[in-house]
């Protein structure tokens, strides 16, 4: 007898992983939040996996490109001007995309699904090829086949162990690249205080404002739709939320999108940087640098330990797309101060966005109006201005109101100076005068000109590194760093 065959039918494949829910949730963030697109800019036009919503996708992204007007009327005509709009289902499509999510501020969640299912259905489709090509091509050995499609495979995961993925520099070989300019916490049209994926820092005096700064900044991204991550090692919930309250964030903004860390551990951090990967807050605040370093054993006179902390602490966060904001302290000398914060000068090397110092403009309480200057002391980037130009001002009124707290706002310089007075004459005096004697006291130096000047140009002299002082006993002597260099 014939042993018996059983037949089985031939099963189909599974279809490929995608998610159209997202991808048309994605869409309706788009109609209802434009900006979502310039802040997804390594999504790709090819994650969509349904080609009516890949149209629209690849319509709007190229009206934001253009400048134009987005919403659910434009771009349907868009779409009909292009004679694309029957292939996409016909009139009223648009319509009926527009209103699957209430909101377009969770339009990360959705592209971060997309883009999963695409990732998924390449590595479906180069496991098919690599599959065929060991059945059919026996001219190549299989370590070949591997190393090719390990090439392949390193689009996918986005590294490769052996081919290096390099940056494209044609943008700006050909001058296409745009200038890179602070996006987030708003301070009027057109004018941003801070830099997205990069960490920034803001430094004064105690008692200054630095925290009502941030505090104020993170009510302007709570009013722009954003969310926050306030990491606060000094103060406390209550005193946080009052003062957000105080500055104008409403009950459901802070409930909602704000999210605090109260004298986090170094596991909080790590929890925090896996969170802001998965969520995208468009703000990382840490409100007190030097206390959120010792906490954790580094100082911060050390340059390792400075690196290390920013590499650890600091650089995760912007990597996830956050404008990273470090508040710290400097030195209590204005002689031995120089433009950056206290501590070890490493620290100035980890901001790759901008620094600013708070400057006192007029002394505030919550009862008497008053503001602060924000000056830069660096902007890696440029897209803010030079160094002690004074980018802003931020203005505290109380509110005499049934609401009470206080209104806080940005505004530009009254005189718009690209930077403090700097008595250069009487500067001129002291190099000269330290020429000719070599040494000198505050004092002796002051018979170059009235001495609030005098005193001004010394600070200044020393924060360009044209002079230098040392102690001899009680006594404080200025000497030239370099001789014969003029300031």
Same mark, same amino acid.
């Given at each position: 007898?014939?042993?018996?065959?059983?037949?089985?039918?031939?099963?189909?494949?599974?279809?490929?992983?995608?998610?159209?829910?997202?991808?048309?949730?994605?869409?309706?963030?788009?109609?209802?939040?434009?900006?979502?697109?310039?802040?997804?800019?390594?999504?790709?036009?090819?994650?969509?996996?349904?080609?009516?919503?890949?149209?629209?996708?690849?319509?709007?992204?190229?009206?934001?490109?253009?400048?134009?007007?987005?919403?659910?009327?434009?771009?349907?005509?868009?779409?009909?001007?292009?004679?694309?709009?029957?292939?996409?289902?016909?009139?009223?499509?648009?319509?009926?995309?527009?209103?699957?999510?209430?909101?377009?501020?969770?339009?990360?969640?959705?592209?971060?699904?997309?883009?999963?299912?695409?990732?998924?259905?390449?590595?479906?489709?180069?496991?098919?090829?690599?599959?065929?090509?060991?059945?059919?091509?026996?001219?190549?050995?299989?370590?070949?086949?591997?190393?090719?499609?390990?090439?392949?495979?390193?689009?996918?995961?986005?590294?490769?162990?052996?081919?290096?993925?390099?940056?494209?520099?044609?943008?700006?070989?050909?001058?296409?690249?745009?200038?890179?300019?602070?996006?987030?916490?708003?301070?009027?049209?057109?004018?941003?205080?801070?830099?997205?994926?990069?960490?920034?820092?803001?430094?004064?005096?105690?008692?200054?404002?630095?925290?009502?700064?941030?505090?104020?900044?993170?009510?302007?991204?709570?009013?722009?739709?954003?969310?926050?991550?306030?990491?606060?090692?000094?103060?406390?919930?209550?005193?946080?939320?009052?003062?957000?309250?105080?500055?104008?964030?409403?009950?459901?903004?802070?409930?909602?999108?704000?999210?605090?860390?109260?004298?986090?551990?170094?596991?909080?951090?790590?929890?925090?940087?896996?969170?802001?990967?998965?969520?995208?807050?468009?703000?990382?605040?840490?409100?007190?640098?030097?206390?959120?370093?010792?906490?954790?054993?580094?100082?911060?006179?050390?340059?390792?330990?400075?690196?290390?902390?920013?590499?650890?602490?600091?650089?995760?966060?912007?990597?996830?797309?956050?404008?990273?904001?470090?508040?710290?302290?400097?030195?209590?000398?204005?002689?031995?101060?120089?433009?950056?914060?206290?501590?070890?000068?490493?620290?100035?090397?980890?901001?790759?966005?901008?620094?600013?110092?708070?400057?006192?403009?007029?002394?505030?309480?919550?009862?008497?109006?008053?503001?602060?200057?924000?000056?830069?002391?660096?902007?890696?980037?440029?897209?803010?201005?030079?160094?002690?130009?004074?980018?802003?001002?931020?203005?505290?009124?109380?509110?005499?109101?049934?609401?009470?707290?206080?209104?806080?706002?940005?505004?530009?310089?009254?005189?718009?100076?690209?930077?403090?007075?700097?008595?250069?004459?009487?500067? *001129?005096?002291?190099?000269?005068? $330290?020429?000719?004697?070599? /040494?000198?006291? !505050?004092?002796?130096? +002051? =018979?170059? &000109? #009235?001495? *609030?000047?005098?005193?001004?140009? $010394?600070?200044?002299?020393? /924060?360009?590194? !044209?002079?230098?002082? +040392? =102690?001899? &006993? #009680?006594?404080?002597?200025?000497?030239?760093?370099?001789?014969?260099?003029?300031?």
């Amino acid at each position: 007898m014939k042993p018996r065959i059983n037949k089985q039918a031939p099963q189909e494949a599974p279809p490929l992983p995608s998610a159209p829910d997202s991808e048309r949730a994605l869409i309706s963030s788009v109609l209802q939040y434009p900006a979502c697109i310039g802040k997804l800019k390594s999504f790709k036009d090819e994650s969509f996996h349904t080609p009516s919503y890949k149209t629209i996708w690849v319509v709007c992204r190229e009206m934001f490109q253009a400048g134009e007007l987005i919403n659910s009327i434009t771009v349907s005509q868009k779409l009909t001007d292009l004679g694309l709009i029957q292939q996409i289902g016909g009139n009223g499509i648009v319509d009926g995309i527009l209103g699957t999510v209430s909101t377009g501020l969770e339009f990360r969640s959705y592209a971060d699904i997309v883009e999963d299912k695409a990732q998924r259905r390449a590595m479906i489709v180069a496991g098919n090829e690599l599959a065929r090509e060991a059945m059919q091509d026996n001219s190549r050995k299989p370590l070949e086949l591997l190393q090719e499609h390990d090439f392949k495979l390193h689009i996918i995961r986005g590294k490769n162990s052996t081919v290096p993925t390099f940056t494209d520099l044609t943008p700006f070989i050909d001058g296409t690249a745009k200038q890179e300019v602070p996006t987030i916490a708003e301070a009027w049209p057109g004018q941003s205080l801070f830099y997205a994926g990069r960490v920034n820092e803001i430094h004064a005096e105690p008692a200054t404002g630095k925290t009502n700064v941030l505090v104020a900044s993170s009510v302007q991204v709570l009013g722009a739709g954003g969310s926050v991550l306030y990491i606060d090692p000094e103060d406390t919930p209550e005193r946080f939320v009052n003062q957000m309250r105080a500055f104008g964030a409403s009950t459901d903004d802070i409930r909602e999108r704000v999210k605090y860390l109260h004298t986090p551990s170094a596991e909080d951090i790590r929890a925090a940087q896996t969170w802001a990967k998965q969520n995208h807050p468009e703000i990382v605040i840490l409100d007190g640098l030097a206390v959120a370093m010792s906490a954790q054993g580094f100082n911060e006179n050390e340059a390792t330990d400075c690196i290390a902390f920013s590499q650890q602490n600091l650089r995760p966060f912007a990597a996830a797309g956050a404008a990273v904001v470090v508040a710290d302290h400097v030195t209590k000398s204005a002689e031995n101060r120089g433009q950056f914060a206290r501590g070890s000068s490493a620290k100035a090397g980890e901001y790759t966005g901008v620094s600013y110092e708070i400057v006192a403009g007029k002394n505030y309480t919550p009862t008497i109006e008053g503001f602060v200057k924000l000056k830069i002391q660096k902007d890696r980037n440029g897209g803010v201005g030079p160094r002690n130009k004074i980018v802003a001002e931020l203005h505290f009124t109380p509110n005499a109101g049934a609401k009470g707290g206080t209104i806080t706002t940005f505004r530009e310089p009254a005189d718009k100076q690209e930077g403090p007075f700097r008595p250069t004459a009487i500067m *001129e005096k002291i190099v000269r005068h $330290l020429e000719v004697v070599g /040494e000198a006291t !505050k004092t002796e130096l +002051r =018979s170059c &000109g #009235k001495a *609030e000047y005098v005193d001004k140009a $010394l600070a200044l002299l020393i /924060e360009d590194r !044209k002079i230098s002082m +040392r =102690s001899e &006993g #009680k006594k404080n002597l200025y000497f030239l760093i370099n001789k014969g260099k003029k300031p």
